[in-house]
């Protein structure tokens, strides 16, 4: 099969996977129990029988699953349109699209400074088996991978805003709501640091620790101690012959890691309150907000297929052997 | 010459410098309170969560208000009557009343506002109740209004203290109950204490300014911003460091934890909220499905459940005494105590007791000592909603008095969705403890307990059945003599307490804190320190 084949076959397959997704997505958040009228209004709320069996009708929940909600479902989205939240009253696209921004700056951020600064430490460690680098780094990163993120980040927030003066909340003090980006930007930064810092270490570890298992598994292969013997210097062994082998695990790690980007960084978002997906997904369910949940699994589930294909055309420039299987 | 110069420079800088110390504005007094929620929308049309209520009554004025003693003052309304066939109300506004963008505020634009609610009641989901049975509102003059009534209305202050007066201008032209619910409201224009800033949905951030025109009296507060955290813990520590000045809920597990803080107060206040223990009641002849264990319906069976209720271990241990032991649905905090019926006493815990009144109804252990009669053993699912650590324990603690009386209660935690579903219409449960948030007045509550609420969509999950208390409910509707209708409500909680659908646990203190640092002057009650009541009182530490 030439490359061509296996990238169109990739392809192909995503497009499949997408279709499949679409119908689970519909039927799955509706096998839940439960009145998605009465999650949207509350227990406390004088809402009468009549009031409710109106807003049933509107939203279209008096209509059989199948085929009419289905079919009224895929035709809207056929069009580009993902609905209404019921319980926000907006359009779905509208609030995914102001959520989107603030998870991928945070967790953009923390990602790309998880993968230099685990790589990186990673590639040491590996290299400089057995000395105290190595230990210092294995130590470091298998505590923070184990670390559970809701402590971690509530550590950070009471220690940062006591000794620090950071901010325990949000993305932007309220007062800067609505100013222009430039003028914002210190305010922003401050309120991003905690989080942001809060990510890297938990993803830190984990790339550290693949970098260097990887790295220390090329390292021993008889290429390499050909290469060694052909005189090359540590450094032109590491840089042109044991990387790009060893980047391999790393490369599917981080396609899956920044597909997974979209549904945001849950707890993180919760501790410190920023706005971002996560926190969104959490609210559509408990509130059974069907065009919500089903617009932002919809957004997940896009990215996560498309991360992989990007993570599959990335192999065929990385592993020539990719395109022979 | 050139030391002249300089100090003639000298003056003039100290004068310049001067008179900037003079001109200088003083700096504006912001409160920062924190909460866990946010307005789901600034529609009145549709607005499900408390937080948007608690924008709405500062931006937005009524006829009437609560007051924080529990009774009903006039707001917008100077004074009011009604007539001798209680189906007359005549308002008379107060004068000098203005909208926040400057115009004059008319008792024209008030009746449009409540006949744009009874016109369309659908659209208008959330507040179409509160003009149930009026049959026409209007203006005689700028400041006369006059709600005529098809019957006669008891709880009419109560429902004048939630008809917002929205600028009709923002309300005008929607054709469909869903263009009126899809609209956002996004600068609303009101009469309040307070007017409208800013409000981010995304992060919920709320901005609103001192309405300095307000007919009561400008707020001594500038500017108020409400923002919403989605952890508790770092809630308690914006508090600490001094990030919000305000917290309109401290979660219990942290109270004791912020009455320890450096300038801060906290506040435990009286409250209506009630923790109860339900009793399926459903009448299996006509709904045969229901799958509450047949026992249930013994008093004898109730009874011994009473009797072995602690109550007070309950309050101290569950609650760390941040809780009142509760007797009836309408606890003594609401309404400022008028309605909830002293005379009622509680049945005491006493485990002997429990097991004597099983003994005499016949129901004896069995050979794992869960007690039997024929068919009937006293097995118990006890099932509570997974959203609060507090259901587990109780139901743990009853579990173990409900052995030590024979009776065996299996707990078991559910997703608060699947309970509604299991009670409503179905009474596919035996024992549920759950709990409710009345409204300021009883009509609700005792509402939830009628048989026309035992439908899917409805309110009653007990499935309580009594055409004596149903009556009641329905004449107590009609008893504008607030003394008249406040027997027939005694009536009707003395019938549940008898009767037991419900065994009603504990009154939850409203836990609230702030910076007495930097603001004072907040009034304590069931309305919360946030109400626009403390809100006009509340100033800034000098």
């Not at chain 2, 809780?323 to 009836?328: D, E, I, M, Q, Y």
């Amino acid at each position: 099969m030439n490359r061509r084949d296996f990238l169109l076959r990739k392809i192909g397959l995503s497009l499949v996977t997408i279709l499949v997704v679409v119908v689970i997505d519909f039927m799955l958040f509706r096998v839940l129990p439960g009145d998605p009228i009465r999650s949207v209004i509350g227990r406390n709320v004088r809402i009468s029988a009549d009031t409710q069996q109106a807003l049933r009708e509107q939203f279209g929940l008096d209509k059989p699953v199948f085929p009419d909600q289905f079919f009224d479902t895929l035709g809207q989205w056929a069009q580009g349109n993902l609905g209404v939240s019921w319980s926000l009253r907006r359009p779905v696209s509208e609030v995914l699209r102001s959520k989107l921004g603030n998870t991928i700056l945070l967790i953009g951020i923390g990602q790309l400074l998880a993968i230099i600064l685990g790589v990186t430490l990673g590639l040491l460690a590996g290299w400089k088996r057995k000395t105290a680098l190595d230990i210092g780094a294995l130590t470091f990163s298998l505590v923070a991978w184990s670390i559970p993120t809701f402590w971690l980040g509530i550590i950070l927030l009471a220690a940062g805003s006591t000794w620090f003066g950071f901010p325990t909340v949000g993305i932007i003090s309220p007062q800067n709501t609505g100013k222009p980006l430039i003028t914002i930007l210190p305010d922003l930064a401050k309120h991003l640091f905690l989080p942001t810092l809060t990510l890297t270490i938990l993803y830190l570890g984990e790339y550290m620790l693949i970098m260097r298992s990887s790295i220390l598994e090329v390292l021993s292969e008889d290429y390499i101690l050909t290469a060694k013997a052909k005189g090359m210097s540590d450094w032109q062994v590491l840089w042109k012959h044991a990387l790009k082998n060893a980047m391999l695990p790393i490369v599917t790690l981080i396609a899956i890691n920044l597909g997974f980007t979209v549904s945001g960084a849950i707890y993180i978002e919760t501790v410190f309150s920023y706005d971002g997906l996560g926190k969104l997904f959490q609210t559509a369910l408990t509130k059974q907000d069907y065009p919500l949940l089903q617009g932002a699994f919809l957004l997940l589930a896009v990215s996560v297929i498309l991360a992989n294909l990007a993570a599959d055309f990335l192999y065929v420039v990385l592993d020539p052997r990719v395109k022979e299987t | 010459m050139k030391q002249k110069l300089f100090y003639a420079l000298v003056l003039m800088v100290m004068l310049v410098t001067a008179c900037g110390g003079i001109g200088k504005p003083a700096e504006a007094v912001t409160l920062r309170i924190g909460w866990s929620g946010k307005p789901d929308t600034l529609n009145p049309a549709y607005a499900f969560v408390g937080e948007s209520y608690t924008i709405f009554h500062l931006i937005y004025s009524t006829l009437t208000k609560q007051a924080v003693d529990g009774n009903y003052v006039g707001s917008l309304a100077k004074d009011w009557s009604v007539s001798e066939d209680g189906l007359t109300w005549t308002y008379h506004l107060k004068d000098g009343i203005k909208w926040n963008n400057g115009e004059p505020f008319t008792a024209d634009q008030l009746a449009w506002d409540i006949n744009a609610i009874m016109k369309d009641p659908e659209g208008w989901a959330t507040l179409s109740n509160y003009t149930a049975g009026f049959a026409e509102v209007t203006a005689p003059d700028a400041n006369t209004v006059v709600i005529t009534t098809e019957y006669p209305i008891a709880n009419m202050d109560y429902r004048t203290s939630y008809l917002y007066t929205f600028y009709p201008p923002d309300f005008e032209g929607f054709t469909t109950a869903e263009d009126l619910q899809n609209y956002g409201n996004d600068a609303p224009v009101g009469t309040g204490p307070f007017m409208f800033k800013s409000f981010d949905k995304d992060t919920g951030v709320v901005i609103l300014d001192a309405n300095k025109e307000y007919v009561d009296g400008a707020p001594k507060i500038d500017s108020l911003i409400f923002q919403t955290f989605d952890n508790t813990d770092a809630m308690v520590q914006a508090l600490k460091v001094g990030d919000i000045d305000m917290l309109q809920s401290v979660p219990a597990s942290a109270y004791e934890t912020v009455t320890g803080f450096e300038n801060v107060k906290a506040t435990a206040t009286d409250n209506y909220y009630f923790y109860e223990l339900i009793i399926n009641t459903v009448d299996s002849s006509v709904y045969p499905t229901q799958t509450g264990n047949p026992a249930l319906a013994d008093p004898a069976v109730r009874l011994a459940m009473a009797h072995s209720t602690n109550k007070q271990d309950i309050v101290d241990i569950v609650f760390q005494k941040l809780a009142k032991p509760g007797v009836s649905i309408i606890a003594p905090a609401l309404g400022g105590g008028f309605w909830n019926n002293p005379n009622l006493k509680d049945i005491a815990f006493d485990i002997a007791e429990a097991n004597r009144v099983l003994d005499e109804a016949g129901y004896l252990p069995g050979s794992d000592g869960v007690r039997e009669k024929g068919d009937l053993r006293l097995e118990f699912r006890l099932q509570f909603p997974s959203t609060l650590a507090t259901y587990a324990r109780i139901a743990d603690m009853m579990a173990d008095w409900f052995q030590q009386a024979g009776m065996k209660a299996i707990p078991e935690s559910m997703d608060e969705d699947s309970l509604v579903a299991a009670t409503t219409g179905v009474g596919d449960y035996d024992l549920i403890l759950w709990s409710w948030w009345p409204d300021p007045d009883p009509d609700f509550i005792l509402s939830v307990l009628t048989t026309d609420q035992f439908l899917p969509g409805g309110w009653s999950d007990c499935g309580y059945h009594n055409p004596e208390y149903d009556q009641l409910y329905l004449d107590q509707q009609k008893l504008v003599d607030r003394n008249a209708r406040q027997q027939v409500i005694w009536k009707m909680q003395e019938l549940i307490f008898n009767n037991m659908p419900y065994i009603v646990l504990a009154y939850d203190d409203m836990l609230q804190a702030y910076r007495s640092d930097r603001f004072t002057g907040f009034i304590e009650s069931p309305l919360g320190i946030e109400s626009a009541e403390s809100l006009l009182n509340a100033e800034a530490v000098k």
